[in-house]
């Protein structure tokens, strides 16, 4: 599980610019660079914000990348509520959904 | 000088991202009480504006996470979102690095407190600026509790944090506000974000307003996960004011779930006269 790591690189991601262009340019090199699993380098290469969500990634560091990838709010609560139907309760951190995922705003 | 005023609101990034979303019989009677708090901020003159703020992944990280951090620097970038999402444009905010310095100092004879002479604001204080500072012009030290990356500093050190900040207030001749932000009860950025636990938020804020030291530590985070959400854990930013107000009680001016802003809307005060702390002794 190397959550940390991929925690790491949606923090350096969100807040410098920098790591942003390289990301939008090569992001494999930028992918290299995070000992991240199989799992979560293929969810980082397909923008997958609801599998990266799954994966346990603290939802304040999530809601700033999925804007970023220029999801929409609805957008973005759909996509988890997808993702939790899809695999299933969040595996780590403490945003776990609750209530089976049912309701909130969109 | 001391503390010339002293607030507590809620800082969701809806309330500025999604403020055309929400129902205006809310929403208004909302922003009207956050422009109340505007107004009394003005009023009370200050020099600086001390934001106790619960950051999310700005500047701290799970390689070297303070429990407490103020920030010491000339001036501050924000908003890091993207300014279109979050509609706040990007800006530079004065700080006052001396004064910082000189509250960095004092604090540090009662808590073990971080520095940073590079911060970067997020919605937990550009959200709150954007009502209270609208022109950002108001030198701002930000100070910052972890409540997102456990092991979280225990509710009562929160309290003293504040007192910490207070003496360290009390001992420069500044005039300085002091605005905590954070959400009470909130599942923000989950499915279920609009989640709201009214109940648990009015007997939170309940004892906020009289300053019930031990009531408002008194929440396992067992307990806050289980009855407020993982957002119920900024209530340490809540509880710093209360702890920098000790003896003071104060008023709940405004506290009404709005689901499409992630958490109940509220604002309130501490009453930080010298009237009320003869009163209250």
Redesign the interface.
């Known amino acids: 599980m190397s959550l ?1 790591a991929l ?2 690189l949606l ?1 350096e991601l ?2 410098d610019p920098a790591v942003q262009e390289a990301f939008a340019t090569d992001r494999e090199t930028v992918l290299g660079r995070y000992r991240l699993t199989d799992e979560e380098a293929d969810a980082m290469r397909r923008d997958d914000v609801g599998k990266l ?1 799954i994966l346990g990634v ?7 990348f999925a ?2 990838r220029g999801l929409s ?1 609805d957008e973005y ?1 759909a996509t ?2 997808d993702a ?1 139907a899809e695999h299933g309760q969040v595996r780590g951190g ?6 089976g ?6 | 000088m001391s503390l010339v005023f002293a607030g507590i609101m809620s800082h969701g990034p809806g309330m500025t991202a999604r403020a055309d979303r929400a129902d205006p019989a809310v929403r208004d009677p909302f922003f009207a009480a956050l422009d109340r708090l505007r107004s009394e901020l003005e009023d009370s003159r200050p020099d600086a504006i001390i934001v106790i703020a619960a950051e999310h992944f700005a500047n701290f990280f799970m390689n070297n996470m303070p429990a407490y951090s103020i920030g010491m620097a000339e001036d501050y970038e924000g908003p890091i979102e993207d300014p279109d999402w979050l509609r706040i444009e990007r800006r530079r905010i004065p700080g006052n690095p001396d004064l910082s310095r000189r509250i960095i100092s004092g604090a540090m004879k009662q808590v073990d407190v971080a520095y940073a002479e590079e911060w970067k604001f997020d919605h937990g204080i550009m959200v709150p600026l954007s009502f209270l500072t609208p022109r950002f012009d108001l030198p701002v030290i930000p100070a910052n509790i972890n409540c997102q990356g456990p092991p979280l500093t225990p509710l009562s050190r929160a309290y003293e944090f504040g007192r910490a900040i207070r003496a360290a207030c009390d001992a420069v001749p500044e005039r300085i506000a002091l605005m905590g932000t954070g959400g009470i009860s909130h599942w923000p950025a989950t499915p279920n974000s609009g989640k709201i636990n009214e109940e648990w938020d009015r007997e939170f804020l309940s004892r906020w307003s009289r300053n019930d030291r031990s009531g408002l530590t008194s929440y396992s985070d067992e307990e806050t996960l289980r009855d407020a959400g993982q957002g119920g854990f900024e209530i340490r930013t809540l509880i710093a004011v209360a702890g920098a107000c000790e003896g003071h009680g104060g008023e709940i001016w405004f506290c009404e779930p709005i689901p499409i802003f992630a958490t109940s809307g509220f604002a309130g005060v501490m009453d930080v006269s010298e009237a009320a702390a003869a009163k209250a002794a």
Not at chain 1, 94 to 99: E, H, L, N, R
């Open positions: 940390y925690q790491k923090y969100n807040r969500y603290n939802g304040q560091i999530l809601m700033h804007a970023w709010w609560i988890m509520k939790l403490i945003y776990a959904a609750v209530d995922g049912a309701g909130g705003a969109l």
